[in-house]
């Protein structure tokens, strides 16, 4: 008898408080990845990373099928207004589903706070259907959970809270749903279309082929390699043009890529390869360890200033990518190279003479190890051009130091970087551009991709521009047609086509030709590139760079 008296008395409080509890295990839910990742030791943008990542798939994919989206849209408001009309005639919803929405809503009150974080540390203002569907999701629930909102009851505090969040949380919820209106029902004007022929249109006119080339890891760096690239072997991924036997070339170029720190993913750099490789070259991508925990020598203080660090991972990469590009002199450009590059290209040789070397992120950094490989080899001495975007720290190992003087008088170069990279702070790229100072002001460009939140989808120059996930309008006209006039500048010289050579030129120097972005469907022009002959020096955005001190 004891027993049950205690469990009616304690049964009250704990009703009071059971729904709360299942709204903070939804909430709970949503954000427990960041938070384990975070408590792990990753800093606050790399735990949220891979919620961005889902975030940023999901938001495609809603872009593709925005009929779906907004049919799924009114038939949630119909649902919860069905509801709605169900509790106006007495009706009382079933306890279970009661408690299903409930944790729905604090999963999706996380998600919404996941996306203002996002929104903070990756990418700025590019998600629109994403709070609008968050929105709704919650308008939706709420509804069917309380009804329509009323003035808060002043009865208790408990009703009087209760209400207050109610109809805080439908005004909150109408306020995320409003922007993406005029994108759903159609009306906000769209991006220009990608370019159908010329630079920055699909890939031409070869088709291409690749092959994975394991690379011996040194054995100083294979002991540095931390498990979470402990499974990974190594490679250059070759990607060659398939030439026709009726093709009059003698040799092609050829061009080195680098991935990003923690992204040694082909398949994230295909469209950026398939651009370089469809117009002639041979492309090598080149795949280096990030997670390295290199000795760090006793006393050594991290130094990372003027776009540069001292850090003894740069060492231990560059060994790594020495061995690579080892690789790629036997596989591609020696005498017994393999038999897929004899299929791909018959009697066509690889002609190292003429190079392109570019890179994302670390891997733009990492520009420069390739480069001093490459002078050191003897490469890139007929016609070089140097791409580098949203790049991050480069050595300042004085051994790591390309030398500059063989750099060929056919040089050019482009840093580009979007104005909303929330990863790479601009003052790296700045200082990048100083390092070429010695080569014509036109021919080292600093350059910036204007995010232009106008129409939908929204266009935002955020440090992913140049991998697959991230391929938009913005990527196709700010990226992707620059890659294509490099191309064909470095290729046509390799040929002596004089024409396309300075057709290609044009493209790539400070011009209208440059800068244009094209128009939205309204004819409002695209913000243009922003581009830099002497950043540091000429612009005043970027004075702080004289005192900026890096993330070491």
Same mark, same amino acid.
């Given at each position: 008898?004891?027993?049950?008296?205690?469990?009616?008395?304690?049964?009250?409080?704990?009703?009071?408080?059971?729904?709360?509890?299942?709204?903070?295990?939804?909430?709970?839910?949503?954000?427990?990845?960041?938070?384990?990742?975070?408590?792990?030791?990753?800093?606050?943008?790399?735990?949220?990373?891979?919620?961005?990542?889902?975030?940023?798939?999901?938001?495609?994919?809603?872009?593709?099928?925005?009929?779906?989206?907004?049919?799924?849209?009114?038939?949630?408001?119909?649902?919860?207004?069905?509801?709605?009309?169900?509790?106006?005639?007495?009706?009382?919803?079933?306890?279970?589903?009661?408690?299903?929405?409930?944790?729905?809503?604090?999963?999706?009150?996380?998600?919404?706070?996941?996306?203002?974080?996002?929104?903070?540390?990756?990418?700025?203002?590019?998600?629109?259907?994403?709070?609008?569907?968050?929105?709704?999701?919650?308008?939706?629930?709420?509804?069917?959970?309380?009804?329509?909102?009323?003035?808060?009851?002043?009865?208790?505090?408990?009703?009087?809270?209760?209400?207050?969040?109610?109809?805080?949380?439908?005004?909150?919820?109408?306020?995320?749903?409003?922007?993406?209106?005029?994108?759903?029902?159609?009306?906000?004007?769209?991006?220009?279309?990608?370019?159908?022929?010329?630079?920055?249109?699909?890939?031409?006119?070869?088709?291409?082929?690749?092959?994975?080339?394991?690379?011996?890891?040194?054995?100083?760096? #294979? !002991?540095? @390699?931390? +498990?979470?690239?402990?499974?990974? &072997?190594?490679?250059?991924?070759?990607? *060659?043009?398939?030439? %026709?036997?009726?093709?009059?070339?003698?040799?092609?170029?050829?061009?080195?890529?680098?991935?990003?720190?923690?992204?040694?993913?082909?398949?994230?750099?295909?469209?950026?390869?398939?651009?370089?490789?469809?117009?002639?070259?041979?492309?090598?991508?080149?795949?280096?360890?990030?997670?390295?925990?290199?000795?760090?020598?006793?006393?050594?203080?991290?130094?990372?200033?003027?776009?540069?660090?001292?850090?003894?991972?740069?060492?231990?990469? #560059? !060994?790594? @990518?020495? +061995?690579?590009?080892?690789?790629? &002199?036997?596989?591609?450009?020696?005498? *017994?190279?393999?038999? %897929?590059?004899?299929?791909?290209?018959?009697?066509?040789?690889?002609?190292?003479?003429?190079?392109?070397?570019?890179?994302?992120?670390?891997?733009?950094?990492?520009?420069?190890?390739?480069?001093?490989?490459?002078?050191?080899?003897?490469?890139?001495?007929?016609?070089?051009?140097?791409?580098?975007?949203?790049?991050?720290?480069?050595?300042?190992?004085?051994?790591?130091?390309?030398?500059?003087?063989?750099?060929?008088?056919?040089?050019?170069?482009?840093?580009?970087?979007?104005?909303?990279?929330?990863?790479?702070?601009?003052?790296?790229?700045?200082?990048?551009?100083?390092?070429?100072?010695?080569?014509?002001?036109?021919?080292?460009?600093?350059?910036?991709?204007?995010?232009?939140?106008?129409?939908?989808?929204?266009?935002?120059?955020?440090?992913?521009?140049?991998?697959?996930?991230?391929?938009?309008?913005?990527?196709?006209?700010?990226?992707?047609?620059?890659?294509?006039?490099?191309?064909?500048?470095?290729?046509?010289?390799?040929?002596?086509?004089?024409?396309?050579?300075?057709?290609?030129?044009?493209?790539?120097?400070?011009?209208?030709?440059?800068?244009?972005?094209?128009?939205?469907?309204?004819?409002?022009?695209?913000?243009?590139?922003?581009?830099?002959?002497?950043?540091?020096?000429?612009?005043?955005?970027?004075?702080?760079?004289?005192?900026?001190?890096?993330?070491?």
């Amino acid at each position: 008898m004891e027993g049950a008296i205690l469990d009616v008395t304690t049964s009250q409080p704990a009703r009071k408080w059971i729904e709360p509890l299942i709204i903070a295990s939804g909430f709970c839910a949503s954000v427990v990845q960041p938070i384990v990742l975070f408590s792990s030791g990753s800093n606050l943008s790399d735990a949220v990373w891979p919620h961005a990542y889902r975030a940023l798939q999901a938001t495609l994919l809603m872009r593709e099928n925005i009929g779906v989206v907004f049919f799924c849209t009114l038939l949630m408001l119909f649902a919860s207004l069905v509801t709605v009309q169900s509790r106006l005639k007495g009706e009382v919803m079933n306890k279970v589903v009661r408690r299903i929405l409930l944790f729905f809503l604090g999963l999706f009150t996380g998600f919404t706070v996941l996306y203002f974080m996002l929104d903070v540390f990756y990418l700025r203002g590019a998600f629109l259907l994403l709070p609008t569907v968050y929105g709704v999701i919650i308008i939706s629930t709420l509804l069917a959970i309380n009804g329509l909102p009323t003035l808060p009851n002043r009865e208790s505090r408990t009703s009087f809270v209760a209400g207050t969040l109610h109809l805080f949380g439908i005004f909150f919820a109408a306020w995320l749903v409003m922007p993406g209106i005029p994108a759903m029902i159609g009306i906000a004007p769209s991006p220009p279309d990608a370019p159908v022929i010329g630079y920055g249109a699909e890939p031409g006119p070869f088709d291409t082929t690749m092959t994975v080339h394991p690379y011996s890891m040194p054995d100083d760096v #294979a !002991k540095v @390699i931390l +498990a979470e690239e402990g499974d990974i &072997e190594f490679s250059v991924y070759l990607t *060659l043009p398939e030439l %026709s036997s009726e093709l009059p070339l003698n040799s092609i170029p050829l061009a080195l890529l680098s991935h990003g720190w923690g992204y040694p993913v082909y398949e994230e750099y295909t469209d950026w390869i398939a651009h370089l490789t469809a117009r002639g070259m041979a492309v090598a991508f080149v795949q280096y360890p990030s997670h390295i925990d290199p000795p760090i020598p006793e006393g050594l203080k991290g130094i990372d200033v003027e776009g540069a660090s001292n850090y003894p991972h740069h060492e231990y990469r #560059a !060994k790594a @990518i020495a +061995a690579a590009l080892d690789t790629v &002199e036997t596989v591609a450009l020696g005498e *017994l190279r393999h038999s %897929s590059v004899d299929q791909a290209l018959g009697n066509v040789t690889v002609d190292a003479s003429h190079l392109w070397i570019g890179g994302h992120s670390l891997g733009g950094a990492y520009a420069f190890t390739q480069l001093y490989e490459a002078m050191e080899r003897g490469w890139g001495n007929e016609t070089l051009f140097i791409d580098i975007e949203s790049g991050w720290t480069r050595p300042n190992q004085v051994s790591l130091q390309p030398n500059w003087s063989k750099m060929p008088e056919h040089t050019m170069v482009h840093i580009a970087r979007g104005v909303d990279d929330m990863t790479v702070d601009a003052c790296y790229s700045v200082y990048h551009q100083q390092v070429f100072s010695d080569l014509p002001n036109e021919h080292v460009l600093y350059i910036e991709l204007q995010s232009d939140l106008y129409g939908f989808p929204r266009l935002v120059g955020t440090h992913y521009l140049p991998t697959d996930s991230v391929h938009d309008r913005l990527a196709d006209f700010g990226v992707y047609r620059r890659i294509d006039a490099q191309a064909d500048w470095v290729v046509a010289r390799s040929r002596g086509d004089t024409i396309t050579e300075d057709w290609a030129y044009n493209h790539l120097i400070d011009s209208e030709t440059l800068r244009n972005m094209g128009k939205w469907s309204d004819g409002t022009d695209v913000l243009p590139l922003l581009v830099y002959q002497d950043a540091l020096y000429t612009e005043e955005k970027f004075a702080y760079c004289e005192t900026f001190q890096g993330y070491l």
